[in-house]
C-alpha cells in the first residue's frame, strides 16, 4: 500500500514538473525593421497620432473623473501620468508586417489626406487592435497604473 501511494506521489510530481518545463513564452511582439522605423515615425507625426492619442485619453479620465467626484488634485495626478511612450508600441506592432512599400504608399496617402489647411480634421489610421489597446490603456490610466507620484 505504501509502495502504491509512493508511486503515485512520485508520478504525479513527475508530471507537474513536465508540465512546468513544456510550457513556453509567447513569441515577441512584432514590431517593424528597423528602416522601416522612420516610415512609421512619419505616419505617426503626419497623423498627429500623438496628439489624438492625448486628446482622446484626457477625455476619457475627465468624463470618469466627473461621473465618479473625483477630486481636482487626483484628476490632475492622472492626466499626468498619460504618456504616449506607454502606448506607441502598439503602433509600431500594427506596422510590423507592411513593406517599406506598403508604409511608403501609406505615408503618401494621409499626407495627402492631411495636406489641406481647411480642414481642421486630422486623418489618423488605426485599426481593432490599436483601439482595443487605446481602451486598456485608459482604463489602466484611470485605475493609476501609471501614475508615477503620489
Known sequence: MKTKINIILTFS????????????????????????????DKIILATKHEKYFIDYCTKKVKNYAMENNWTSEKTTQILESINFKYYNYTIYNSYAFYSSDQL?????????????????????????????????FVDSVIRGKYVTTK
Do not use: H, R, W, Y
Open 104 to 136: 511608403k504608399k501609406i505615408l503618401e496617402a494621409v499626407i495627402i489626406l492631411n495636406e489641406d489647411p481647411k480642414n481642421k480634421l486630422t486623418m489618423i489610421l488605426t485599426n481593432s487592435m490599436m483601439q482595443s489597446n487605446l481602451e486598456l
Open 13 to 40: 510530481l513527475l508530471l507537474c514538473f513536465l508540465t512546468t518545463i513544456g510550457q513556453t513564452n509567447p513569441p515577441p511582439m512584432g514590431m517593424p525593421k528597423e528602416s522601416n522605423n522612420i516610415l512609421v
